[in-house]
């Protein structure tokens, strides 16, 4: 079955202390995968089409976890865990968009991208790994706070994986960033709030 990795966080200073984390789309859907420190050469970590070849067999099934490390006769093996994955839990728009299903546009960062939504070009911002999940909570509740405001994009609707809320859409604006000379203007603005 075709794999495509689709966000990975690998440190590259310590690939042998730290486990390396992937999140793969495996057919119809998402896995995430944490390969354990030692499991494979720290040069092929942060390359994709270097590791796919090496990953072990990916059991079939709807899990959507798994550790791979090797066992006892030194094979990598995969471990499919029965967790449940942390979502956004600030829930407000009605809108559901299936996170795999908008074409991109433009790789921003690596949990940013410009994507092709209702026929324009919107901003989709996901947590790729549990440990991103607060800092999206709080940028959710940020939208949600000053929508109506006039102060920000609007949010379009939240980003899906099945049915685990992981992000978020946000119209696109064209501009620069604000900078020491518009200190005042910010102010202004957030004071009007």
């Given at each position: 079955?075709?794999?495509?990795?689709?966000?990975?966080?690998?440190?590259?200073?310590?690939?042998?202390?730290?486990?390396?984390?992937?999140?793969?789309?495996?057919?119809?859907?998402?896995?995430?995968?944490?390969?354990?420190?030692?499991?494979?050469?720290?040069?092929?970590?942060?390359?994709?089409?270097?590791?796919?070849?090496?990953?072990?067999?990916?059991?079939?099934?709807?899990?959507?976890?798994?550790?791979?490390?090797?066992?006892?006769?030194?094979?990598?093996?995969?471990?499919?865990?029965?967790?449940?994955?942390?979502?956004?839990?600030?829930?407000?728009?009605?809108?559901?968009?299936?996170?795999?299903?908008?074409?991109?546009?433009?790789?921003?960062?690596?949990?940013?991208?410009v994507v092709q939504?209702?026929?324009?070009?919107?901003?989709?911002?996901?947590?790729?790994?549990?440990?991103?999940?607060?800092?999206?909570?709080?940028?959710?509740?940020?939208?949600?706070?000053?929508?109506?405001?006039?102060?920000?994009p609007e949010l379009?609707?939240?980003?899906?994986?099945?049915?685990?809320?992981?992000?978020?859409?946000?119209?696109?604006?064209?501009?620069?960033?604000?900078?020491p000379e518009d200190?005042?203007?910010?102010?202004?603005?957030?004071?009007?709030?």
């Amino acid at each position: 079955m075709a794999q495509e990795v689709l966000s990975m966080d690998v440190d590259t200073l310590h690939p042998d202390v730290e486990e390396s984390l992937y999140r793969l789309h495996v057919g119809s859907q998402v896995k995430y995968i944490t390969i354990e420190p030692g499991t494979f050469p720290s040069d092929i970590l942060p390359f994709p089409m270097d590791l796919l070849p090496l990953l072990p067999h990916l059991p079939p099934g709807n899990w959507v976890e798994a550790r791979v490390a090797r066992d006892s006769s030194g094979n990598p093996t995969a471990q499919p865990t029965n967790t449940t994955l942390p979502e956004v839990r600030e829930q407000w728009h009605f809108n559901r968009v299936d996170a795999l299903s908008l074409p991109f546009v433009q790789i921003m960062t690596p949990r940013v991208r410009v994507v092709q939504y209702a026929s324009r070009p919107v901003v989709s911002k996901i947590a790729r790994f549990y440990f991103e999940i607060p800092r999206m909570e709080r940028e959710t509740a940020a939208y949600r706070a000053i929508k109506g405001c006039g102060v920000g994009p609007e949010l379009l609707g939240h980003m899906v994986e099945g049915d685990r809320v992981i992000g978020f859409l946000i119209e696109q604006l064209h501009g620069r960033p604000a900078g020491p000379e518009d200190l005042q203007g910010c102010r202004n603005v957030v004071m009007s709030l």
